[in-house]
């Protein structure tokens, strides 16, 4: 079964400007970003490196702030910026998140730059409208 036209142009987006290789190399010639942890972002992750998780949000904390939990039930935080539409995401929607670590005095956190849901036939009740454009 093949995506709607408009769900398609969403993953090409989403995969333009969420990309996490190398980015003053054409893509094909270095490795992609790896998915990673939460466990391995808490114990090993530096501040301002860029991460992919997959997993789901689970709780609003306050503000722009939620709880992230990845495929091994691990939690983080993670922040979504108020001036991004993100009404296409549900609670304990299987995503995948494109993130930069941010560690505070409280521990580290996860500023989403992307986010896409594993099954793109979620965003057909959005028009198609969907994975953020990374405005770094």
Do not use: H
Request: aromatic share 8%.
């Amino acid at each position: 079964k093949s995506l709607p036209l408009g769900m398609c142009i969403i993953n090409i987006i989403f995969n333009m400007f969420c990309y996490t290789g190398d980015r003053s190399m054409p893509r094909g010639f270095v490795e992609d970003q790896t998915l990673s942890t939460i466990k391995a972002i808490l114990e090993n992750g530096k501040d301002d490196e860029q991460v992919r998780v997959k997993g789901k949000l689970t709780k609003y904390l306050g503000d722009e702030n939620f709880e992230f939990q990845d495929n091994e039930n691990n939690t983080i935080v993670v922040e979504l910026d108020s001036d991004r539409n993100w009404s296409y995401l549900e609670k304990d929607m299987p995503i995948e998140i494109v993130a930069k670590i941010d560690e505070k005095k409280s521990g580290k956190i996860l500023e989403v730059q992307c986010a896409r849901p594993e099954n793109m036939e979620a965003l057909k009740n959005f028009g198609g409208n969907g994975p953020c454009i990374n405005r770094e």
